[in-house]
């Protein structure tokens, strides 16, 4: 009796584990490129122009660094991505952005850093309207 309890005990948390790891989909994308894409650049822009001394700036920078952990996870082994001038300097200011909310979480974005990631972020919005 111990060893089928045990084996359907092993059975469920085999079921359990897999479904949940099948329906794990990252949180708050829609599987659109496109729109994912132009929210994640929204989400950006709002968490870099807040004032420093914002009480919302601290979970503002945490959102948009979940965020771009998403879009990452999600669209960087799509191979038909990889081509598109979007996808590459879009992957570009996420690098960016992420390296220095991860070096430095405490400080704020540099001025240097805001102008290079509004002008990347505009490039990006322009080869989306090119490739629609």
């Known amino acids: ?15 359990v584990v897999g479904l949940s790891g099948c329906s794990a989909s990252s949180a708050g ?5 496109r729109q994912d894409t132009l929210t994640l650049i929204e989400t950006i822009r709002g968490a870099i122009e807040l004032p420093d001394n914002s009480p919302d700036k601290a979970f503002a920078q945490a959102e948009a660094k979940q965020q771009i952990n998403d879009f990452i996870s999600r669209y960087r082994r799509n ?15 996420l690098n960016s ?5 991860t070096s430095y979480p405490n400080r704020p974005v540099p001025e240097k850093l805001k102008v290079r990631l509004e002008q990347e ?3 990006v919005e322009a080869a989306l309207r090119r490739e629609a």
């Open 1 to 15: 009796m111990k060893k089928i309890l045990s084996r359907v005990f092993a059975l469920l948390l085999v079921v």
């Open 29 to 33: 994308l829609s599987g659109n490129y």
């Open 79 to 93: 191979g038909s991505l990889l081509k598109l001038s979007s996808f590459t300097t879009m992957r570009t200011a």
């Open 97 to 101: 952005l992420a390296g220095h909310y």
């Open 121 to 123: 972020l505009k490039q």
